[in-house]
């Protein structure tokens, strides 16, 4: 990585323990072109970053019972997530061990064994390998045969709240760890829900751009270009309120007032790359004196009124590398290629909520992130419009500076930015300039 | 058109055809008045799911609709700007009578649809096709058919889509 960056970008010099994609100093954080186009960069990206924490590969909701999978991918590496018939939940690289054929081509369903088209071999739900045909025929395997155990399992998973992650690095950090301040943003997510637990029902929304994946990352704790991206969308809520199905998704009628509702509360820059931008909500009792009140008074009574108030409030995330927290969805981001990126949005249900409720959330997002919707499309088309821009050479480096001077570092690592600074996509950038430079120097 | 059995296929491609030019136009207030107070413009990504447990492409009554021509007509906005050129092409139309002068017209469309601007950039000029097989529910009235329910079955309705912020 090192030698192909020196000889394609000379003037770019890079710090000691640093990929030299990312400055940072005294009232300046800049990254490099490179960072997002660059080939080299995407495929160290897939060892160094996806090979090394922990990602998100699918919500036990999905895969209930026994034998229940789904196809999942670790950055470039298909996975099946599936569910053994003694319960627990492996992560099995979808790639057959003989001649490398993907064993399982469906997007989800319940298998007690994957078989490979290729040339039969034959896999317990669990990955161990149960069949190879016609071992013993003329020409086939000799009792010397070093016969491979099964599919790749893949080393670590674990699971939070429903959420299931895994990691190709036995010696990775705990996911509590990993999660750090996440974690509470999570809970408070899912707490809206009587037990606790959410529920993957809907089909998800699936799109495509031509665009680098860590545009979607930056944009999804981005509150700065709400108000210019989304513009149309305010014109809507300014001429239709909550008449179409907004579901108090987008409070505010009117460009300031939805700057008001965004520039406030916190930014967290996460020491592990997670952003979160929560606040308490202004008005906990309008959720309880509302079309819902008996539910959310249910849930006041469990959390307590003070929690109450973040329960029902602001709370989105950006978890590192590819996992955001959004409304009432989880999405993730897959990176394909430097400039291709899919992202699947999934709206999920709260377990107990009313069923109204669920429903007026569904529907809300529908108008919102569906490639038809009101806002998505116009996000994605601005990631696509970045990758264009960067494909001239003239300028080096993209601005991830506002609020760098107001941004405050915490004992653990965190920064506390003011409203609509950058801090999030810093810690971001910090986190995958350490990973990409710890791979550079071993 | 008193009864189901006077509607004929040459009706139904009438229909459609004008239907279709009016979208290819821009001539989208004039659309909506094609569809009853309560009737559905629906884009489903699984038909076999009811619409409380799912999300869809697009899920529209008469206000959703409204608001959807008021987005594309009257605001300005990224995936949008510039605007989408479409043109539907229409083949293998089947008119299937219902009861209570009711009639579904099912066709086979393909609509081919370019973004203007400068098409050297990044998704501008390239040309995307979509294919759906449609399904019109038409009550017929004494003002001629109006759509209770337009079903639009993408070919490719639970797989990853591109921009579909036009009249499909």
């Known amino acids: 990585m090192t030698e192909t960056r020196t000889a394609s970008s000379p003037q770019v010099a890079p710090m000691a323990g640093s990929s030299g994609l990312v400055l940072e100093e005294a009232h300046k954080f800049r990254v490099h072109t490179r960072a997002y186009n660059d080939r080299a960069v995407f495929d160290a990206e897939m060892r160094n970053i996806f090979d090394r924490v922990w990602i998100f590969v699918g919500h036990t909701s999905e895969i209930p019972n026994p034998g229940d999978y789904k196809t999942s991918y670790i950055g470039m590496q298909p996975v099946i997530v599936v569910r053994a018939d003694n319960g627990d939940v492996n992560v099995l690289v979808n790639r057959c061990v003989h001649r490398g054929a993907v064993v399982c081509r469906e997007l989800r369903g319940n298998a007690q064994q994957f078989e490979c088209p290729y040339h039969g071999w034959v896999y317990q739900n669990d990955g161990k390998l149960v069949a190879i045909p016609h071992a013993k025929e003329a020409g086939g395997y000799s009792e010397h045969f070093d016969k491979p155990a099964g599919l790749y399992k893949v080393p670590k998973v674990d699971m939070f709240r429903g959420l299931i992650f895994a990691c190709m690095d036995p010696n990775v950090v705990p996911l509590d760890e990993f999660l750090g301040r996440a974690k509470l943003l999570l809970e408070r997510r899912f707490n809206l829900s009587p037990s606790g637990e959410i529920v993957f029902r809907s089909r998800p929304f699936v799109s495509r751009y031509k665009g680098n994946w860590k545009f979607q990352a930056e944009n999804i704790v981005d509150d700065y270009h709400f108000v210019f991206t989304h513009t149309a969308f305010i014109d809507l809520q300014a001429k239709y309120g909550d008449a179409t199905g907004n579901f108090g998704l987008h409070p505010g009628g009117s460009a300031s007032e939805m700057r008001k509702s965004r520039y406030r509360g916190n930014v967290w820059g996460v020491d592990q790359g997670h952003g979160i931008l929560d606040a308490p909500a202004l008005s906990p009792e309008s959720f309880l004196n509302g079309r819902f009140g008996d539910y959310y008074k249910a849930i006041q009574d469990k959390v307590g009124a003070e929690e109450f108030k973040w329960v029902v409030g602001r709370g989105i995330g950006c978890i590192f590398p590819n996992l955001g927290i959004i409304h009432q969805q989880i999405r993730t981001w897959r990176p394909i290629a430097p400039d291709l990126t899919e992202v699947t949005i999934y709206p999920f249900e709260l377990k107990g909520a009313p069923g109204e409720f669920n429903q007026g959330m569904l529907h809300a997002q529908e108008r919102f992130y569906a490639p038809s919707g009101h806002g998505a499309p116009d996000d994605v088309e601005m990631f696509a419009s970045n990758q264009h821009g960067l494909e001239g050479h003239a300028v080096d480096w993209l601005l991830l500076e506002r609020g760098v001077d107001t941004d405050e570092k915490q004992p653990n690592g965190d920064y506390r930015g003011q409203p609509s600074s950058e801090a999030c996509q810093r810690s971001y950038w910090r986190q995958w300039n350490r990973l990409m430079t710890k791979s550079a120097g071993a | ?168």
Request: hydrophobic content about 40%; charged content about 30%; aromatic content about 6%.
């Open chain 2, 1 to 168: 058109m008193a009864g189901d059995m006077n509607f004929t296929r040459e009706n139904a491609e009438c229909f459609l055809i004008e239907e279709a030019e009016m979208l290819d136009e821009l001539r989208l207030e004039e659309w909506l008045k094609l569809f009853t107070s309560d009737g559905l413009y629906w884009i489903p990504i699984d038909e076999t799911m009811s619409t409380n447990e799912t999300v869809s492409i697009v899920r529209d009554d008469a206000l959703r609709r409204e608001e959807r021509v008021f987005h594309l007509l009257k605001t300005r906005f990224p995936a949008q700007s510039p605007r989408s050129r479409t043109l539907h092409s229409i083949s293998s139309v089947r008119v299937r009578p219902k009861v209570d002068g009711q009639v579904v017209v099912v066709s086979n469309q393909t609509i081919h649809e370019v973004r203007t601007g400068d098409y050297r950039q990044s998704g501008l000029g390239e040309m995307h096709t979509i294919v759906a097989r449609m399904e019109h529910l038409l009550v017929l009235s004494s003002d001629g058919p109006k759509i209770v329910e337009k079903k639009v079955l993408l070919l490719d309705r639970d797989m990853p889509l591109g921009n579909l912020t036009f009249l499909i």
